[in-house]
């Protein structure tokens, strides 16, 4: 056990060594010295190694840890990087190196893979190594060397040699310095004669103050300790009587004898300045998880029944789960994404928010009706300075930092990612007027904040000029300009305590400076705990302080301060050490924290230091946005794809009106239009406790959805809550699009837009495949598909001018076409009946055919973490799971008795979803492609099916709840138990075309056979809008045509595009931007006199 030690110690010497190195800039030593020990690789110097090209030095320092043949990671991790400095070299033209390259470096490999080095040879033949198929997507060596280092950073983490090596351990601050300040203390407690501010003049020797000669008398050491000149050491470095202490001697680490309680007793009359001098100093005093710190912590900390509170002792109330948000009680769909939200003071359920594009919106989270909306525009632009004009004429794109409302809720600012501070006066419900516009600071302004010292509205803010400056609410004056942060400024926290009025303020490099309301400078200087980019924040009392920051290297610290000391009192645990931004987090009330991390919520109690529990609420980003009302009754999170979730305690349901198995759904997206065109707004609210079980957890409530399916029979007339169903009729009253072809038109029969939004893939019933692309001009600044700007019939420059399938003796009546394409975009699998078509996107040519009919191939889905492996549902009922790179099927799945048309998976439920026209739902795992569960359609009201009907799947955003189209019925599955928990059916015989979700999963689009086109809210399938063919068909269109093929756009949740039957594609719009389908203002009286449907 003792070598065990020494060897752990000695470990922990090398890095506190590369720390040393790192802290004075000896960065090609410590480099030089993580390769020759192995101790710990740096993945940010390897990277810039690799994104540089310097492959022998990447290479070389990778030689350090392991070497080719330690295991397949390392041969992978070899091979890729002597792979693209072998394609590098044929990009460049230089034949000779690549061939030197070929034949030392490649030719290793050879042995395990003769073909790949064959084709690698092959390729010093081609005048561009673009010519080989598997390399026409090459770009150039930096984007190259991007994609290679995403690779190499999965193989290192992967690889068992790198484990333990990746991350540097949490270790204070100047910790070597610590430990020699430390050690000479030692020895001068141990002197015979210590003499008060010794002088240090060597590290190779033991310290030992000299007696001066000239004095003729001996002192006792007992009147020397108590000299008051003499140095004090700081009590918190001693938590106890200590027993043993760590010397460093020439050799190794070793023990040396125990350390008296007397000579400890001693130490406390030593000074607290460092025998080293100021220079030397540690300041740093951050407390660290799993280390023992000082008593009162530690009392705080161990004590179940009781805490220390500045020596106190308090009662710790049982923990109770209500006061924890913990229920999803809502969810707001903003048009673009969130980025700063702020409950209102007074109205806590009002919610202010601001996007990424400009935009700001007041929500009612109880109604979930977005009251009022204004995008970004300069109001006074004479007023504003030319740098600003520059810098807009050079980038017009305008993100929200910050919004925040005043103490009292009659104000809110807006702090822009350019300049601009906008700041509005709040009077009640959507009574919202223009205050003042400030051109505030040269770059982004990062942060807002709003403050009463002496009863005058102040406002203020900082940027990335790392200046503080302080406005006057009313005239716009400036009244201060706090300089002395040395980069930009993050965050600020203005408070109040003993009549005292004063501002923190934290800046990116970590530094944290209180400041008074003067221009005397930061009277407090203190580094954030990791010197981490930081927030602050006050708990509800106002009586403690806490910060949560994230630094560089993605450690993240949340502490609680000791105000009177200025450091760290308690560090809180649990925190990931790998954050890729800054944690967000909020005190809730005077009793937790919560912090948003790794994408979940982690709840602390304020007294403890441990992690008290999780909240998993599903798809958030890894570090969301988060912000609690007043009361800590309800927080707002920003989630994926647009949404914000709104979380709610007991009290924050009631405040609701909502019981705590309700979820919510709400797209509605209103802008200023008149109110009178929201259509009982309340009404799926009071609603949501019948019909919408959508809760992102697995956790669901069956007795609730066994109502939910005996009541689906009863609704199979789809008698609708809402009253009224908008009904647009003429062109005037919507935007719409033609796409044609010049030529013979032909059915389209599947349309989808491609991941990016700019393009629309067509494939029509003669097996020819169209792409439409938007360009980026001065009238589409963003590129993306829109109505406003025609888009072009895209084809390669050379090559095919068409991706067209096989259909060599197939009758095209009889065919089922299908495509699928990979996340990439690079990839499209095609079949129109014949032989599955692999086509490059970018040439457009046939990489590969296979799966020759019979059975042909009736449906396909890429696997989402696997583009190789692709689900092939057939005409023989079997689904065929396949590998498209090594040509082989995996697994056959038998269950359907007809053929399969449609397949969905689902990463979150570990699950693939199949249906038929035997009208069957199957559930398959993913793990060993076991058939887990499958259940028959319903048709309320004995409505028999046609036989062969097509029956299609797709899964809801949130993974867990998925749609069924039929031409009979819309339903809404629960992947899990295959449970039905919506269902709608025509009133007529109508039959559906094709249907999907739009991109928020906030509404289905659905065309029918008769030309209309419906659009239902997707949390209760209840029928919202109709869109008649007279509104988007136009006259030329053939007599008979009618949308049978339909996609949404991936970006935009209003947009989506329709296939008809003569070959045409309309993509449509609502009237104005921004408007939801369900509330747009239609100019005409038909559009006005809505439909109204009887109970």
């Not at 629960?974 to 039905?980: G, Q």
């Not at 075309?993 to 008769?1010: E, N, P, R």
């Not at 399938?1021 to 869109?1027: T, V």
Request: glycine share 6%.
């Amino acid at each position: 056990m003792g070598s065990e030690k020494r060897s752990t110690l000695n470990k922990e010497l090398l890095f506190l060594i590369l720390q040393f190195c790192n802290d004075e800039g000896y960065k090609k030593t410590a480099h030089m010295l993580e390769q020759e020990s192995g101790c710990c690789f740096d993945m940010v110097f390897f990277e810039d190694l690799v994104l540089n090209g310097k492959w022998n030095m990447v290479e070389e320092y990778l030689s350090g840890f392991t070497s080719i043949n330690d295991n397949k990671y390392s041969t992978k991790i070899y091979f890729e990087i002597r792979k693209l400095n072998f394609l590098e070299a044929l990009d460049n033209n230089d034949r000779a190196k690549a061939l030197d390259i070929l034949r030392k470096d490649l030719k290793v490999f050879a042995e395990e893979n003769e073909e790949l080095f064959r084709e690698m040879t092959q390729l010093l033949t081609l005048d561009n190594l673009r010519e080989h198929e598997l390399l026409s997507t090459y770009e150039d060596a930096e984007s190259s060397r991007k994609i290679l280092m995403s690779e190499l950073k999965k193989l290192i983490e992967l690889n068992p040699i790198f484990h333990g090596k990746l991350k540097f351990p949490v270790i204070n601050s100047q910790r070597l310095r610590r430990l020699i300040n430390q050690s000479l203390n030692w020895q001068h407690i141990q002197c015979k004669y210590p003499q008060p501010n010794p002088d240090i003049e060597t590290l190779f020797e033991d310290h030992v103050c000299q007696w001066p000669q000239n004095h003729l008398l001996m002192q006792s050491t007992d009147n020397l300790l108590q000299d008051a000149s003499l140095p004090v050491f700081p009590s918190g470095w001693f938590s106890g009587p200590s027993t043993v202490t760590h010397a460093v001697s020439g050799e190794d680490i070793c023990i040396s004898g125990p350390i008296s309680s007397d000579n400890i007793g001693d130490c406390h009359a030593m000074p607290q300045k460092s025998l080293l001098g100021a220079e030397y100093e540690v300041t740093s005093t951050v407390i660290h998880p799993g280390r023992n710190h000082s008593p009162e912590s530690s009392v705080s900390d161990e004590l179940p029944i009781t805490s220390m509170n500045n020596g106190m002792p308090e009662r710790i109330e049982p923990i109770n789960n209500t006061n924890l948000p913990k229920t999803v009680a809502k969810i707001l769909t903003e048009l673009s994404s969130p980025m700063s939200m702020d409950f209102h003071p007074e109205e806590q359920t009002f919610l202010l928010v601001g996007t990424n594009v400009g935009d700001i919106g007041l929500w009612d989270v109880n109604s979930g009706v977005k009251m009022l909306s204004r995008n970004f525009t300069v109001w006074n632009v004479g007023a504003c300075t030319m740098v600003f004009k520059a810098a807009m004429m050079k980038d017009p794109c305008m993100s929200v930092n910050r919004v925040a409302w005043s103490p009292n809720g009659s104000f809110f600012g807006v702090a822009y990612s350019k300049h601009i501070v906008q700041l509005y006066s709040y009077h009640g419900g959507t009574d919202v007027q223009q205050k003042l516009e400030i051109d505030a600071h040269v770059g982004g302004v990062n942060d807002l904040a709003f403050a009463t010292p002496s009863k005058q509205h102040l406002v203020i803010t900082g940027g990335d000029d790392k200046l503080i400056k302080v406005w006057d609410v009313i005239t716009g004056e400036q009244m201060h300009n706090l300089e002395g942060h040395e980069a930009s400024v993050y965050s600020l926290l203005p408070h109040c305590k003993d009549g005292i009025h004063f501002i923190f303020s934290t800046s990116v490099d970590g530094k944290i400076k209180a400041w008074l309301y003067d221009n005397m400078g930061a009277r407090v200087h203190m580094d954030a705990p990791g010197l981490a980019c930081t927030t602050m924040a006050y708990s509800a009392d106002n009586t403690r302080l806490f910060s949560c920051g994230t630094n560089k290297n993605g450690e993240s610290f949340l502490v609680e301060w000791n105000e009177s000391e200025g450091d760290a009192k308690r560090t809180y645990q649990g925190l990931c050490k790998n954050s890729s931004a800054v944690v967000q987090f909020s005190p809730i009330k005077e009793k937790f924290l919560a912090a948003a991390d790794d994408h979940v919520f982690k709840i602390w109690d304020m007294d403890k230091v441990e992690h008290l529990t999780t909240i998993n609420v599903g798809d958030l980003p890894a570090n969301p946005h988060i912000r609690f009302n007043k009361d800590g009754t309800l927080l707002a999170v920003i989630a994926n794809q647009n949404k914000i979730k709104i979380l709610a305690t007991a009290d924050g349901l009631q405040l609701l009106n909502a019981s705590p198995t309700v979820f919510v759904d709400f797209s509605t997206d209103v802008s200023d239009a008149p109110r009178k065109h929201v259509i009982n707004p309340s009404s799926s609210v009071a609603n949501s406790g019948e019909a919408d079980d959508c809760h992102v957890s697995t956790n669901f409530d069956k007795e609730r959805i066994k109502d939910v399916k005996n009541k689906i029979i009863d609704k199979s007339n789809n008698n609708s809550d809402v009253s009224k169903i908008i009904q647009i009729s003429m062109p005037s009253q919507c935007k719409s699009l033609l796409l044609s072809v010049y030529g013979e038109a032909d059915k389209i029969s599947r349309l989808i837009y491609t991941n990016a939004g700019n393009a629309i893939l067509a494939l029509a019933s003669n097996a020819t495949h169209l792409l439409w692309k938007w360009p980026r001009n001065d009238l589409n600044l963003s590129g993306k598909a829109t109505t406003d700007v025609p888009p072009q019939l895209w084809q390669p420059k050379s090559g095919p001018q068409r991706m067209i399938n096989d259909i060599t003796g197939i009758t095209p009546e009889e065919a089922v076409p299908f495509f699928a394409l990979s996340k990439n975009e690079s990839y499209l699998l095609s079949t129109s009946g014949g032989r599955i078509s692999l086509f490059n996107m970018l040439t457009f040519k046939i990489m590969m055919n296979f799966m020759p009919p019979p059975p042909a191939a009736t449906s396909l889905a890429f696997h989402p973490q696997d583009n190789n492996i692709v689900a092939v549902g057939m005409t023989d009922s079997t689904i065929l799971i396949y590998n498209v790179r090594v040509d082989k099927v995996k697994s056959k799945l038998k269950g359907h008795s007809g053929r399969v048309t449609g397949l969905a998976f689902s990463t979150s439920m570990n699950l693939l979803v199949s249906s038929g026209a035997d009208a069957q739902i199957f559930t398959w795992n993913l793990d060993g492609w076991g058939n887990c569960k499958s259940k028959l359609l319903q048709f309320p009201n004995e409505r028999i099916p046609v036989m062969g009907s097509n029956t299609m799947v797709q899964f809801h955003q949130d993974q867990v709840h998925f749609i069924v189209v039929h031409e009979t019925q819309l339903s809404i599955y629960e992947a899990k138990e295959l449970e039905c928990v919506h269902q709608w059916v025509p009133e007529d015989s109508t039959r559906i075309s094709q249907a999907t979700f739009s991109c928020d999963s906030q509404m289905v689009y659905a065309c029918f056979v008769d030309g209309k086109v419906a659009i239902f809210g997707a949390s209760d399938l209840e029928l919202k809008c109709q869109i008649l063919p007279t509104s988007y068909i136009p006259p030329s269109a053939r007599s008979n045509a009618y949308p049978h093929a339909i996609a949404a756009h991936p970006q935009k949740p209003t947009q989506f595009a329709v296939g008809l039957t003569d070959g045409a594609i309309i993509v449509l719009e609502p009237h104005k931007p921004g408007v939801s389908w369900y509330l747009a203002e239609y100019e005409s009286v038909t559009a006005r006199s809505c439909l109204v449907q009887d109970d």
